[in-house]
């Protein structure tokens, strides 16, 4: 049985539950809170060591203990924005799987949240997702349609969509 302590949600990553995404259903021992994980983190980490982490040790955050150090669960970096939101962002949600490493977007200091790619489902339906796709590949001289490329982003209150080209 789980509950929602197993299954805390996250608001930069809101898919990270979703299959191929950052966590599988797993009774494995979780390296920090010693319970078993419900949610195993199977995304990736920078770390000096490498741990089972479950979901509610990554949304807690707090790792350098059992990570050896200074971590990191984005192969990348944020925009600038405010301190505490950078640290929620990259210590305590999971990241998203990509070719490069890219920049988070943060318009006006506050990480968006990710989507998606461009090729999924009905996100390139979407006519506000369609035009920042078209912006992207526009400003690399492209004339591009839905791709696998294109790392969709949302802001929280769900206004306004970035796209992110992540070339492989
Ligand atoms: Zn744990």
């Known amino acids: 049985m789980q509950d929602s302590d197993d299954q805390p949600h ?3 990553n809101p898919r990270a539950y979703e299959p191929g995404q950052a966590f599988e259903a797993s009774d494995k021992i979780c390296g920090s809170c010693a319970r078993p994980c419900v949610w195993e983190h199977v995304a990736g980490v920078y770390a000096r060591t490498e ?3 479950c979901a509610r040790c990554v949304a807690a955050g707090g790792l350098e203990g059992v990570l050896g ?3 990191s669960f984005h192969d990348g970096e ?3 924005c405010d301190p505490a939101l950078e640290a929620e962002l990259m210590e305590r949600s999971p990241g998203v799987a990509c070719f490069n490493p890219f920049v988070w977007p943060a318009p006006g200091g506050v990480p968006l949240a990710f989507l ?3 090729e999924e489902g009905a996100l390139p339906a979407i006519p506000a997702v369609e035009a920042a796709m078209a912006a992207a590949f526009a400003e ?3 004339d591009a349609g839905p791709s696998p490329h294109a790392m969709i982003f949302r802001t929280l209150d769900g206004e306004t969509y970035r796209v ?3 070339l492989d």
């Open 140 to 142: 690399l001289g492209w």
């Open 78 to 80: 944020v925009e600038d």
């Open 51 to 53: 741990v089972t982490l």
């Open 116 to 118: 998606g790619y461009g």
């Open 69 to 71: 150090g200074r971590y």
């Open 10 to 12: 996250f608001r930069f």
């Open 164 to 166: 992110v080209v992540d």
